[in-house]
């Protein structure tokens, strides 16, 4: 970057925004976002700096990795991936092409389970968060309920190396212990609280996913089969022989599965509390059995 008062030889900040803006365009809903996202990594700083010190150069090195990104990002890889990281809730975790994109509507499940986790009255938590990925939800709920024991599990070994990363970075690897585990098959009960986001995309709805999603996240990871819901069927299975008497199972669904889930919980729990919670657009998103002892 250059000093203050000097003329800039070559991109400005603003420059670069803009022309990054325009480009993407054609190939992204938020490319100003995206444009921004990746200026501030490129030159190191938050994207309120941007609008600050727009008059700025970015020098060579600068503009070559910038252009580079957005060429990349141009053609639909993963802001998250380009950057290395994507904040959720309130933690910044490091991503690739290895495990999902955490995602905004996630959020529900993780406020869902603060909110329980702290009015009940079973304690100590089992807290068990299935298919972890990153680790975003085991993390989560760790950082903000110090008295749970948590474990965080998947059948990728190769997710696991990004959970472990982002476990240790957060210095939470006395709280979370993970387990490479086919769903709960590998964990004995009670557990208190078992959360998912498997795998839920009916599998011929994956060629019509948005190119972002379909060319570059892990399809091990959307895959939910013919219907959407085998590895949700198979959770709920194992989690009758495994959730506690008064415990709690959230578990993210695709939109138009809410009644299906329902059916399939009231079936496998008659006595408990069943029901589907909606996301901030309106859209069934998440799956609660409670049970009450």
């Known amino acids: 970057m250059m000093g203050d008062g000097e003329p800039c030889a070559g991109t400005t900040v603003g420059e670069a925004r803009r022309w990054a803006t325009g ?20 030159l190191g700083v938050g994207r309120t700096a941007l609008l600050t010190d727009r008059s700025q150069c970015l020098d060579p090195a600068q503009a070559e990795q910038f252009t580079g990104m957005v060429k990349r990002r141009l053609k639909g890889e993963p802001v998250a991936y380009l950057t290395g990281r994507r904040a959720f809730y309130d933690v910044e975790l490091a991503v690739d092409a290895r495990v999902l994109v955490p995602r ?14 702290r009015s009940t009255t079973a304690q100590p938590l089992q807290v068990v968060d299935v298919g972890t990925g990153s680790g975003a939800l085991a993390i989560v709920l760790a950082k903000h309920l110090p008295g ?110 809410g009644p299906a889930c329902s059916a399939l919980a009231t079936t496998l729990w008659p006595q408990a509390e069943v029901s589907v919670l909606r996301d901030l657009a309106g859209l069934d998103r998440v799956l609660r059995v409670e049970l009450v002892g």
Do not use: F, K, M
């Not at 905004?104 to 406020?111: D, M, N, Q, S, Y």
């Not at 959970?163 to 690897?173: P, S, Y």
């Open 23 to 42: 480009l993407l365009a054609t190939s992204s809903e938020t490319p100003r976002l995206d444009a921004e996202v990746l200026l501030a990594h490129v």
């Open 104 to 117: 905004p509507e996630t959020e529900l499940l993780v406020e869902t389970a603060l909110s329980w986790a």
């Open 148 to 257: 749970a024991s948590v474990i965080a599990t998947d059948l990728s070994g190769q997710a696991l190396e990004v959970a472990a990363a982002n476990v240790a970075r957060l210095e939470l690897g006395d709280r979370v212990t993970l387990v490479r585990c086919d769903l709960l098959a590998c964990l004995d009960g009670p557990i208190e609280l078992i959360v998912s986001n498997p795998p839920y995309v009916p599998r011929d709805r994956l060629p019509s996913l948005p190119a972002d999603v379909r060319l570059y996240e892990p399809h091990g990871a959307l895959d939910g089969g013919d219907d959407g819901l085998e590895l949700i069927s198979r959770l709920l299975h194992q989690a009758t022989s495994r959730l506690a008497r008064t415990g709690l199972l959230l578990v993210e669904i695709d939109e138009t599965q």
